[in-house]
């Protein structure tokens, strides 16, 4: 039968990890739920807490279209990192950084209450770490990262675009345009400085720097004004601050080029 899924924010709890004592007819219902939800949502592999069952069971949907039954899981040894993308039924259209295990030896039992063992690395050993974390009562959201972390959790407040324009970034590639306007300044002024010590005019040169300058600076405008769109919870700061640094920057050229003018 097709259960519904849980979904955030329905917490994991440590009540979902209760290890499997007898199996029976329930057991293989059980079992037997877990695949008709995989095959009609289109899954991996669900836990039995996904579907509100408290039992450690673990059902895997094998590339070969065969299932992969496992019951009270266990991870007894592990080796490597491996940082991917991982999404989840659990958090719906959502997804985050996680660094997992790369290799990982899982034992558990069968339907027949037979111990058995596997090993798995790569995307299935990601897959099975998923799955075991909810029958423990966690989730990938404890394994993030601290920066990680609280940008998925403005997913989960805003949804994943709003999340995306809240997250208002410490730097940004205008920068690379005001770094060079800030370096034809300097070679203005060190092109005027130098024009004491030569005969030749450098008059032109200096025009010729300040048109660069203000190109630039048209240029940072601009980017800067797309660019600060993108994050609509500091959009009005940044759009301030880039009219504030156009402005400054083509002060600081032109009281050059003035200055170049009288005395070059």
Known sequence: MVKDIVTYPTPPSAEYSTDVRVFDENLFA???????????NGLEALTAFQ?????NVVVVKKSDGSFLELINPRLISTKGKITTREKTAYFPGLSAEVTRYDKISVIYQDRDG????????????????R??????????????????KAN??????????AATAQTCPTTFKRDYFKKGVMAITVAMILLFIASFFVESSLWMTQVYLYL???????????????????????????????IGTFVISLVKASVVLGVSYFFM
């Open 30 to 40: 059980l079992i037997d739920d877990l695949k008709d939800t995989i095959e009609a």
């Open 51 to 55: 579907i509100k069952n408290h039992f």
């Open 114 to 129: 037979n111990d058995l063992s596997l090993k798995a690395e790569g995307d299935f050993s990601i897959l099975l770490q």
């Open 131 to 148: 799955k075991i974390d909810y029958t423990f009562g966690s989730s990938f959201l404890n394994k993030l990262s601290k920066e990680e």
């Open 152 to 161: 998925f959790e403005l997913q989960l407040e805003y949804g994943a675009e």
């Open 212 to 242: 660069a300058a203000l190109v630039v600076n048209v240029g940072y405008f601009f980017y800067g004004y797309y660019e600060g769109k993108k994050y609509s919870s500091c959009t009005s700061c940044q759009i301030g601050n880039i």
